[in-house]
């Protein structure tokens, strides 16, 4: 496709499971990004990727939350024992150079509701 | 990253004009304004960006004093379907660091009939 993908779009799980959430970047894209959005709130960072190498995940809030994008294309956001906090919507944004430059590419999101 | 101070609403009717006003008082020398538009369901879109004075696309504008300590998005004619949350983005675009990009709680537009 020509945007970036994310799957899936809506994720319903009990509280202490693990989810895994997708992003297929636009294809040709070094830099992938993940974000979390609360209700009401404006985006903010969790980690960023440039090709397979995942060079910031300052923003990760536990230890709970795993990234990777082993081929540096696709990347897997993993929350392992989700808890209640953890409902939010995941945004996945690729960009094409080696940093930002201020055009991010977002995804649709992943709506994750723990029950 | 220099910090941004948006009004939280707007309110506008279809076929007028909107200028929204993000105030940077900090704002550092190499800090570039980026303004994003997001749509219920969807995520972020990039509209416009600039460093100094005027800058002009095929959505808006982006108007920019010269002590750069604010700046202005302005929608020309909008219509019901650019109701949506403006976000205003300051940092340094070059800066290893600009991947975090903060953006704060925005501005809600909401365009009548």
């Not at chain 1, 397979?52 to 081929?71: I, M, N, T, V, Y």
């Not at chain 1, 996945?92 to 709506?111: H, I, N, P, Y």
Request: hydrophobic share 35%; glycine share 8%.
């Amino acid at each position: 496709g020509a945007g970036v993908s994310q799957s899936p779009r809506y994720k319903v799980a009990k509280r202490g499971q693990d989810v895994a959430l997708r992003c297929d970047p636009i294809s040709g894209h070094v830099s992938l990004f993940w974000y979390q959005q609360a209700l009401g709130q404006g985006p903010e960072f969790l980690t960023y990727f440039q090709n397979e190498a995942q060079l910031d995940k300052s923003g990760l809030p536990s230890d709970r939350f795993f990234a990777e994008r082993p081929e540096g294309s696709v990347s897997t956001l993993k929350i392992q024992r989700t808890q209640q906090e953890d409902s939010a919507v995941y945004l996945c944004a690729s960009s094409l150079a080696d940093r930002v430059t201020g055009e991010l590419f977002f995804g649709e999101g992943s709506r994750l509701t723990v029950l | 990253l220099a910090k941004t101070t948006q009004p939280i609403s707007m309110d506008s009717y279809e076929g007028q004009e909107v200028n929204i006003t993000c105030s940077h008082n900090n704002i550092a020398t190499n800090d570039y304004i980026t303004w994003y538009q997001q749509f219920p369901s969807q995520g972020p879109r990039f509209i416009i960006q600039g460093y100094k004075t005027k800058v002009t696309n095929e959505v808006a504008s982006l108007f920019i004093p010269a002590d750069r300590k604010s700046s202005t998005l302005s929608l020309p004619r909008v219509s019901l379907s650019d109701t949506a949350v403006y976000y205003c983005l300051v940092g340094d675009i070059r800066a290893q660091g600009f991947q975090k990009l903060v953006f704060g709680t925005g501005t809600r537009l909401l365009v009548s009939p």
